[in-house]
């Protein structure tokens, strides 16, 4: 069976510093990783996807992540938060399939001026 | 670029009234996919859809839920006697041959 597991449900990092979000999945097949950002009362957007290319995958408003098998982990980071990257972040895995997403619990960001 | 649609965006009902949350996915998937998300918790996948059929579902796609295509477009959730729990986001999904593409949620409010 497929879980992901986000360290930390909240994380609080200054306007400009680092910003890495720690996920770590398991699955038994190669899966499909993802994460997503849901601003309040808003749905689910998609930040970026891994689905077996390349390992650093960039997504949309400066985010990256590297896929590490040998770690099993996802993380998410950008180089120089802005306050418009508080959200809540969730990590997610599906099978190549595609054929239910399983989702973790949650970071939310904070981001302090 | 295609996208997959819910309606209402926001849908307020009493306790034991039936409500159905409507989707349209993209025109040419073929898997369909309802999630929930209880406020301030994660997202729970409910149901998969496939081939006019249920192709899996959790522990909490119990007889109160049904799913149903209509029509060559729709995907609909069926909740008969909706309770208080049942209050959330519900989200439905798309998929072709590889990953999901959800749909903007429909907020259930259940006094």
Known sequence: AQSVTQ??????VSEGALVLLRCNYSSSVPPYLFWYVQYPNQ?????????????????????EAEFKKSETSFHLTKPSAHMSDAAEYFCAVSDPGGFKTIFGAGTRLFVKA | EP???????????????????????ISNHLYFYW??????????????????EISEKSEIFDDQFSVERPDGSNFT??????????????????????????????RLTVL
């Open chain 1, 43 to 63: 749905g689910l957007q998609l930040l970026l996807k891994y689905t077996s290319a390349a390992t650093l995958v960039k997504g949309i408003n400066g985010f």
């Open chain 1, 7 to 12: 360290l930390g449900s909240h994380v609080s």
């Open chain 2, 35 to 52: 999630y929930r998300q209880i406020l301030g918790q994660k997202v729970e996948f409910l149901v998969s859809f496939y081939n006019n």
């Open chain 2, 77 to 106: 959730l069926k909740i008969r006697s909706t309770k208080l729990e049942d209050s959330a986001m519900y989200f439905c999904a798309s998929s072709g041959q590889s990953e999901q593409f959800f749909g903007p949620g429909t």
């Open chain 2, 3 to 25: 996208e997959v649609t819910q309606t209402p965006s926001h849908q307020v009902t009493q306790m034991g009234q039936e409500v159905i949350l409507r989707c349209v996915p």
